[in-house]
């Protein structure tokens, strides 16, 4: 199939057209999935049609379910049918892996800097490994913690997998840190949380880490614990939010997913060279024996 832009895309008793530069105008009685059906055969791709937010930066529509007449909507990505490249640019085109710039991540930091508390726990250890396959990367950890003023101590394992963002160290790789290595870190909890108990430690876990070696290195990373979605929709907020650097995406997602707090912490690591960004979600229980609790 070829073309060109505008066209107009008919299937399944539905049609949209996309103009030269990838728009489309809202028409009254028009769907997201009437989009998908006309253009792909199916009512799977609704996700395939953004709003821009600035000079090639798209992001998906808030709410699928309700697009107003007369707004203009993106088709940024790769058409069916038309070459590579004919994207628009930052689209994030099959078959590229576009960079995330460093002042995103810089200011994913000073967003969690600005808004989280510091509290009266802190982290004592951690130890554990990771593995990755092509953009597949799993994690095993331990986690020490300790309030200050009463003395309690927790200890917890947290099981973790997802996805390596950006440049993967390599296709296969790993690294891994055993429980001798110090670790230097602090916990703070989220400001709609007057004080944290030993038990918001547990439950869902959204890791992010940003890995830098060449067999000796370190991974400055964020544990946020006490999260309460779906492992699948936190990741592709992430995702969307490094991609797109909308700050909007993150921050609904903390305040859906209500965790109690996040542990900021790094340390030295025996790694497969390379730099990477990986984000991973899983859950955080509690190491004591099940025949002792």
Not at 209 to 226: H, I, K, R
Request: aromatic share 14%; hydrophobic share 40%.
């Amino acid at each position: 199939m070829t073309y060109t832009l505008p066209h107009t895309f008919q299937g399944g008793g539905y049609d949209v057209t996309i103009n030269a530069d990838r728009s489309i105008r809202v028409r009254q009685g028009d769907w997201l999935s009437k989009y998908s059906m006309a253009v792909y055969g199916d009512f799977t791709h609704i996700r395939k049609f953004k709003e821009k937010i600035g000079i090639n930066l798209y992001r998906d529509v808030p709410n699928p379910n309700l697009i107003r007449t007369g707004a203009t909507l993106y088709h940024p990505d790769l058409l069916p049918g038309e070459a590579p490249g004919a994207g628009a640019p930052g689209s994030g085109q099959p078959g590229t892996d576009p960079q995330i710039p460093h002042s995103r991540i810089n200011a994913f930091f000073e967003w969690i800097w600005n808004r989280f508390v510091v509290c009266d726990w802190e982290l004592t250890g951690t130890a554990g490994f990771n593995l990755s396959a092509f953009f597949i990367s799993g994690q095993y950890m331990t986690v020490d913690v300790r309030q200050k003023a009463t003395q309690v101590t927790g200890h917890f394992y947290n099981v973790a997998g997802g996805l390596t963002l950006n440049i993967p160290k390599s296709l296969f790789g790993g690294s891994g840190a055993p429980s001798f290595f110090p670790t230097y870190g602090t916990i703070w909890r989220t400001p709609w949380r007057d004080h944290l108990i030993l038990e918001d430690f547990c439950h869902g876990t959204l890791v992010v880490e940003f890995s830098f070696a060449y067999w000796l290195g370190a991974s400055p990373s964020m544990l946020f614990f006490g999260m309460g979605m779906p492992p699948w929709r936190i990741l592709d907020a992430l995702n969307r939010y490094l991609r797109s650097g909308d700050p909007t995406i993150f921050a609904m997602l903390l305040v859906d997913t209500g965790p109690k707090g996040v542990m900021l912490f790094a340390g030295p690591e025996l790694s497969s060279p390379g730099v990477g960004v990986a984000c991973r979600v899983g859950a955080m229980y509690d190491r004591l024996p099940w025949n002792a609790r």
